[in-house]
């Protein structure tokens, strides 16, 4: 695991932040900052950038929860979050707000290893699948947008689509351009003319 990361650990008691901090460092981690205020949290983790977010509330409300969500953007980074206590709507809104892990009960030392780690690793598969995800959304749209330019070229030249591909295809080799561009630029020169 990598222990070069830079960890914000979001703790309002100092005490209970001691301990997180010996923990982490314990298990090889030395790049941690505390932030003890919630207030301004998202400036201020922009200002740390942290490659890792552990959050430790002990009875946060849905807001709260909401709001260092947001703050900590479990989007770009892993977040752990341990709580004392949930409910149902609590869990929603934790899985809605896309963190990392959420763990029930109270933080125990020995505890926090294991749960970066699945942090870490759900976040990273987390990550691939919305990668995959806008892929293929991708690979829908150039695909909508060459059958649009293919239908174009068929209608206009009275060619077949084998043909009308062709077409788009030697235009593109001869502008040293990816098919799909030369697809868009007719279709947006289309647009221009009608």
């Given at each position: ?21 010996d ?13 003890a ?5 998202a ?8 490659d ?28 752990a ?15 809605a ?61 009275g ?36």
């Amino acid at each position: 695991m990598a222990q070069d990361m830079k960890i914000a650990v979001i703790e309002p008691d100092r005490d209970r932040a001691l301990e997180i901090i010996d923990a982490l460092k314990e298990d090889g981690w030395q790049d941690v900052v505390v932030l003890a205020e919630v207030t301004g949290l998202a400036r201020k983790l922009a200002a740390l950038e942290p490659d890792l977010v552990l959050i430790d509330l002990a009875n946060p409300s849905r807001d709260a929860l909401e709001q260092v969500s947001a703050a900590s953007d479990a989007q770009s980074r892993p977040v752990a979050m341990f709580v004392d206590r949930s409910d149902d709507e609590m869990t929603q809104a934790a899985v809605a707000a896309g963190l990392s892990a959420y763990v029930v009960g109270e933080l125990q030392p020995e505890r926090i290893r294991p749960v970066l780690k699945t942090a870490i690793a759900r976040f990273q598969m987390m990550s691939q699948m919305r990668l995959e995800l806008e892929t293929a959304k991708q690979a829908l749209a150039d695909r909508k947008t060459l059958d649009r330019a293919k239908g174009m070229i068929m209608r206009a030249k009275g060619v077949g689509e084998e043909e009308a591909y062709a077409l788009l295809r030697k235009t593109a080799m001869s502008q040293n351009r990816k098919v799909i561009d030369v697809a868009q630029a007719l279709l947006t020169a289309s647009d221009l003319l009608t």
